[in-house]
């Protein structure tokens, strides 16, 4: 109850993430909710991170729109019960199933660039000799 947990996913992603929450036994159906902060930088410091949006468990998994926040892209994710801030359960808080998010892809300008380089590369070695 109350508790951070924070996520790396070892890629940066900018538009989208996914929250998928479980309520075991009794407790299924009883609202539980969760404030989203994303990061650039693992810290244990919540001033570090960027709020995004609460969710509430209605579903059983939970999009974030990430595409208006300031500061993207993102490589952290930190989930913070909020459940008893917001008139939840008592004793009872917002349990994390898994955490998807949508990978910046690289351009296809990059991959462009990269093979042009090389090329040129390629090309002086060949004139040297």
Do not use: C
């Not at 951070?4 to 996913?9: E, L, T």
């Not at 989930?79 to 949508?102: K, M, P, R």
């Amino acid at each position: 109850m109350g508790g951070i947990a924070a996520f790396d996913f070892g890629t940066w992603f900018d538009t989208a993430a996914v929250v998928f929450e479980i309520t075991w036994g009794d407790r299924a159906g009883y609202p539980e909710y969760a404030n989203v902060y994303v990061g650039d930088i693992f810290s244990t410091n919540l001033s570090d991170f960027t709020f995004a949006e609460l969710i509430k468990n209605d579903l059983g998994s939970i999009s974030i729109d990430l595409s208006s926040i300031t500061g993207s892209p993102f490589r952290y994710v930190l989930l913070q019960d909020a459940t008893a801030q917001n008139n939840g359960i008592n004793g009872d808080g917002f349990e994390i199933d898994a955490v998807a998010v949508h990978p910046v892809p690289l351009p296809a300008a990059a991959w462009l660039l990269g093979s042009g380089l090389l090329g040129l590369v390629a090309v002086r070695r060949r004139f040297k000799k």
